[in-house]
């Protein structure tokens, strides 16, 4: 059974940073592409970075890049999505995927499994 368990969430202010981690189980972690996705009270869901097998790959939204950056360590299951210089306007449930066919990818439909989400609170 495939478990992606996100933490690291919380409220801080603007201009703070945050560090996401999702803990993967159940599945060979180093062969999956991982991303990271966002959905925001009253909007759909959209991409925000993606890593590819090895780590080697990144690729960023653009509302992002510049400040988050993406980052896993195979050994421990686990992707990180470091939020630097945060603004009000990413305050969204944060949520990570993984993808067994695609190395990186920002469509969710290319994503097989989901975590539950961690809520990320940035105050003005």
């Given amino acids: 059974q495939v478990q992606l368990v996100e933490s690291g969430g919380g409220l801080v202010q603007a201009g703070d940073s ?10 060979t972690f180093s062969t999956y592409g991982m991303g990271w996705f966002r959905q925001a009270s009253g909007k ?3 991409f ?4 590819s097998w090895s ?7 653009d ?3 510049g400040r988050f950056t ?23 449930v944060y949520y990570c ?11 969710r439909e290319r994503y097989d499994y989901w ?7 940035v105050s003005s």
């Fill in 63 to 65: 509302s992002v890049k």
């Fill in 48 to 51: 925000v970075a993606s890593i």
């Fill in 97 to 107: 995927a993984a993808a067994q066919r695609y190395s990186v990818s920002r469509y």
């Fill in 55 to 61: 780590g080697g790959s990144t690729y960023y939204a």
């Fill in 18 to 27: 945050l560090r996401l981690s999702c803990a993967a189980s159940g599945l």
């Fill in 44 to 46: 759909e869901r959209e």
């Fill in 115 to 121: 975590g539950q989400g961690t809520q990320v609170t």
């Fill in 70 to 92: 993406i980052s896993r360590d195979n050994a421990k299951n686990t992707v990180y999505l470091q939020m630097n210089s945060l603004k009000p306007e990413d305050t969204a």
